[in-house]
């Protein structure tokens, strides 16, 4: 059996890598070779998006997870174009994409990263799909810090959805566009702009370095 690897994406946190064998192909997160001042931060990250994905476990639209080591997370490939590639223009995929962001909050799942297009796919039937689970958070109890996460989910897919098929937007979803959560402005006010020095300007790290080639391949 012929293994072959394929390096995605290499940064402070480690390596992804497209895996293809007699079984089929799958994304390998590598946090071996993280940075030693951060390795800790890409385990951690690694071990709750193995949480994540074992709660969503048969859900269509979300990887499947394969394995995880003490290093490392395998996970299923899927199929499909990013968002800012595909552009999708059908109500239809809007509709789906919602309804599958409510099957995840319905498992105690709130993604917390739907803002980045390259976290959303069009797979091969023209279905939406979710990747990147590493800061995504499970709350099988819910309460009301993931009722507001959840809103904050709903609204960057909305933003998504207004850049795409503004015209489909309901009124409903017009005033959640206008609304956005208080961690959502604290966020932007406060966190992001040192968040954005700390990561850019101090580490040389951009969390969009890469989307298009990881989105096209995950």
Not at 51 to 61: E, F, I, T
Not at 62 to 70: A, E, Q, T
Not at 158 to 173: P, V
Request: aromatic share 8%; glycine share 6%.
């Amino acid at each position: 059996m012929m293994l072959e690897s394929e390096l995605l994406k290499k940064d402070l946190f480690g390596e992804v890598r497209l895996e293809s064998d007699d079984f089929g192909r799958r994304i390998v997160r590598d946090a071996a070779s993280a940075a030693l001042p951060l390795r800790w931060l890409a385990n951690g990250l690694m071990r709750r998006e193995a949480r994540v994905l074992a709660a969503l476990d048969g859900l269509d639209g979300v990887p499947g997870l394969i394995r995880v080591g003490r290093d490392s997370l395998e996970r299923e490939y899927l199929d499909g174009a990013p968002m800012h590639h595909a552009k999708p223009r059908d109500p239809d995929y809007f509709r789906r994409a919602m309804r599958l962001l409510r099957q995840l909050h319905a498992r105690g799942v709130v993604h917390n990263d739907l803002a980045k297009e390259p976290n959303i796919l069009v797979v091969a039937n023209g279905l939406p799909a979710f990747l990147d689970f590493q800061l995504a958070w499970y709350a099988p109890g819910r309460g009301r810090l993931f009722c507001i996460l959840a809103y904050d989910d709903l609204r960057h897919l909305l933003k998504h959805k207004r850049s795409y098929c503004a015209d489909e937007l309901t009124r409903r979803e017009r005033r959640i566009l206008a609304r956005p959560s208080l961690p959502s402005r604290l966020w932007m006010r406060i966190v992001k702009p040192p968040y954005l020095f700390l990561t850019r300007k101090l580490l040389g790290w951009a969390d969009r370095e890469g989307a298009s080639d990881r989105g096209e391949r995950r």
